[in-house]
T-cell receptor
C-alpha cells in the first residue's frame, strides 16, 4: 500500500526556536496533504490543508504565521513551528490522499522545553 | 459542524472475546464514515469505511454498519486476538477532511 513518512519522529527544542517537520509520500504523488495535531488522550485535530503550488488553507483558530506550511513538491510537505513555546508540545501527524483513502504518517512528537 | 463521539477506553479483553466500540456522529449532509487503527509505533491505517446509509464496512474480521437513523457506526469483532491491540479511531468526512473521535485503546490479553 501507499506509504507516508515523517521526519523526525521525535524532536526536543528550546522555547523560542523553530522546528521543521517533513512529510513525504514515498510511492505516490499528492497535490494535497493534511496536517493534524493530537494532544494526549484526545482526538486528532485538523490544522491545515497543504496545497502543492499554492498557499495552505488553515482551520479556524490555527495561527498561520506560527505554523508555516510549504508544499514544495508533489511528494513533500513541511510544517515549521516558529518560535515554539511549551504549549506547542504535541504530536503532529500528516496524511496524504490516494484515490479515496487517506494515508497517514507515523507522527512527530514535539517537546518544547 | 461535524463531530464524532466514541466510547472512552481503555478496553481490556481476553483473546476470543467479543469487541464492540461505540461511535456516534453529528454531521450536516451525508458524510462517509471510517474506522482507523493505530498499532503501537505505527501510523494510522484505514480499517474499514462506509459511504452511505446501511452500508456495512468490513475488514480483518471487524465490521461496522452506517446507521443513519441512530447516527452511529459501531465497530464490532466477534473474536479478538492479541494482535488486535491498538488504538481505534472513528472518523467522518464529507470530503477529504477528517473529523476524528478521541480514540479507544484496546488491549487484548492472551
Amino acid at each position: 500500500g501507499a506509504v507516508v513518512s515523517q521526519h523526525p519522529s521525535r524532536v526536543i527544542c528550546k522555547s523560542g526556536t523553530s522546528v521543521k517537520i517533513e512529510c513525504r509520500s514515498l510511492d505516490f504523488q499528492a497535490t494535497t496533504m493534511f496536517w493534524y495535531r493530537q494532544f494526549p488522550k484526545q482526538s486528532l485535530m485538523l490544522m491545515a490543508t497543504s496545497n502543492e503550488g499554492s498557499k495552505a488553507t488553515y482551520e479556524q483558530g490555527v495561527e498561520k504565521d506560527k505554523f508555516l506550511i510549504n508544499h514544495a513538491s508533489l511528494t513533500l510537505s513541511t510544517l515549521t513551528v516558529t518560535s515554539a513555546h511549551p504549549e506547542d508540545s504535541s504530536f503532529y501527524i500528516c496524511s496524504a490522499p490516494l484515490t479515496d483513502t487517506q494515508y497517514f504518517g507515523p507522527g512527530t512528537r514535539l517537546t518544547v522545553l | 459542524g461535524n463531530s464524532v463521539t466514541q466510547m472512552e477506553g481503555p478496553v481490556t479483553l481476553s483473546e476470543e472475546a467479543f469487541l464492540t466500540i461505540n461511535c456516534t456522529y453529528t454531521a450536516t449532509g451525508y458524510p462517509s464514515l471510517f474506522w482507523y487503527v493505530q498499532y503501537p509505533g505505527e501510523g494510522l491505517q484505514l480499517l474499514l469505511k462506509a459511504t452511505k446509509a446501511d452500508d456495512k464496512g468490513s475488514n480483518k474480521g471487524f465490521e461496522a454498519t452506517y446507521r443513519k437513523e441512530t447516527t452511529s457506526f459501531h465497530l464490532e469483532k466477534g473474536s479478538v486476538q492479541v494482535s488486535d491491540s491498538a488504538v481505534y479511531f472513528c472518523a467522518l468526512s464529507p470530503d477529504y477532511k477528517l473529523s476524528f473521535g478521541a480514540g479507544t485503546t484496546v488491549t487484548v490479553r492472551a
